[in-house]
C-alpha cells in the first residue's frame, strides 16, 4: 500500500478519526531490540511540488544540502517502521499509515525537501533493514539506549545513532472498572501481566518480580495488540506498554469505556530516529530539521493532534538516552 500524503492532510485524516472514537487497539512495542521482514509502504513528507519554505524546506535550500548526495538524488528517506502501535503508527480505517512516527516524518520532509517513505513490518527486520541499508532510518517509537547505541542487534557493527524527537515511558493499563485496584508495579503480583517481547515493557515486569512474594504470570506477545487483545478477553489483568499508547486506548478503545491507565508513568526515556553511524550526514540534517519544525511550531501542532504533548521535547538531542 502506497499513499502520499502533505503533513496538512494527514493531520485533518488524524483529527477526525480520534473524533469518532474508533476503536484502534494497535501496539507494535517499538521498545524493542529486534523486528521481522516489511510488508507494506507508504509515503509522507515533502515532495518537489510541495517543497517547503525559503530557509530551506524546498529542494536546493540550506537544510536539503545537508542531506547525503544519495539522499538528495534519490529524494526520499527511506523509513523501516512497525505500523501497528496507535497512535505512534498505525493503519487507519482508510488503510492509511497515520500516527505521530508518520506526521513528524511529514513535517521532516517538508522542511527538507524530500519524502519520508515509511515502510511497515516487524521490529526484526527493521534492524536488519537498517544494517543492511534497505531503511536509512528506523522510526518506530523506539527507545534510545546506551545499549542501542552501541549495538542494537548482536550483528550490527557500531550500533545505531539516535536523534531524539519524544520523551516517554511504561504505563498499566488495565480494565475500565480495575477489578484487582492495581495503582503501581508493587500491586502486579500474583496477576497475569501482558507485554510485547523483548520490550522495555516487559522489562518491567521481570524486574518487578524480584520483589514479589506471589509470581506475575507474564503473558508475552510478539505484538503489543495482541497483549491489548488479552487485557479485553481477560487473558491478563494488567498491560505494560507505552505511556501514549496506553493512554490513546484509555480514551478511544470502546467510545473510551474499555480500559483506565493507572499510576505514574514508569522510567520515561527519549524516542529515538535510529540512523546508521555510518551516516552522520543524513543523522545532522534530521537533527536540524527536527529543530526547525520545533521552533516553527509545526511539531507542537502534531503532538496536539494526537494529544500527546506530555511528551514534547524543546531540543532535538543526540543520543540523549542512557
Known sequence: MTARLSRRSRL??????????????????DQTDDGGDTDSAASSGGSESEGGSDEGGAEGGELF??????????????VGSDIAYAP???IDENDEIAGI????????????????????????????????GRHDVIMSAMTDTAERQQGISEDAEGGADFVNYFQAGSAILVPADNPEGIESVADLCGLSVAAQQGTANETVIEE??????EPITPVINEVDSD??????????DAVITDYPVALYNELNAGGG???TVVGEQIDAAPYGIAVSKENPELRDALQ???????????YAEILAEWSAEAGAIEEATINAGE
Open 12 to 29: 485533518a485524516a488524524a483529527g477526525s478519526l480520534a473524533a469518532a472514537g474508533v476503536l484502534l487497539l494497535g501496539a507494535c512495542g
Open 65 to 78: 544540502d545537508l542531506l547525503p548526495a544519495d539522499i538528495q538524488e534519490a529524494g526520499e528517506v527511506k
Open 88 to 90: 505512534i503508527e498505525f
Open 101 to 132: 512516527d508518520p506526521d513528524i516524518g511529514a513535517a521532516l520532509g517538508e522542511v527538507l525537501g524530500v519524502d519520508f517513505v515509511f515502510e511497515n513490518g516487524t521490529f526484526d527486520g527493521l534492524i536488519l533493514g537498517l544494517n543492511n
Open 208 to 213: 518487578a518480580q524480584a520483589d514479589c512474594d
Open 227 to 236: 497483549s491489548i487483545t488479552a487485557l479485553q478477553n481477560g487473558r491478563a
Open 257 to 259: 469505556d474499555l480500559f
Open 288 to 298: 536540524a530539521a527536527l529543530q526547525e519544525i520545533i521552533d516553527n511550531g509545526t
